[in-house]
């Protein structure tokens, strides 16, 4: 009996230390979850009288996977980048802060946001850390259901 009593005490235990090593999202990375597919692509400086937006030839994916932080590029089927990711406020170039993904293999970042109708994940184009990018593009995203 106490040797039943001592395996069910032990299996508790490790069922308990399981539960709490379990890793957390946060709800800004549960929502980039999931598979993204290039829609369009916006100027960052577009030319006078020129288009402000482009309709990409290529198919373009993004697939984040944040329970593991890690986030891979597709473009026509083949796998281009890869990278683990997070999440930070990176200055703006001025006072204030944004929220960016910070790509951790390249050390690079890009401001990201959500619009809300459609819904696009939003994200501007890659920059080193610690450099202020301007005029850049920006990539927006649809989900892929």
Known sequence: MKMILLTLFITFLMANCQLENSQEV???MAKLEGKWRLSKIGYGFPPPNGPTEYIPTYQEIL????????FTRTKDGKVIETSNIKISNLSDGGISKKEALIFEKDNTYS????????????????TPIGAVLADGNS???EKVK
């Open 63 to 70: 697939e984040f996977n944040t329970l593991k932080g890690t």
């Open 111 to 126: 401001f990201y946001s959500f619009t809300e109708n459609p819904v696009y994940l939003v994200l501007y184009q890659p």
């Open 139 to 141: 990539y927006f995203y």
């Open 26 to 28: 946060s709800p800004e």
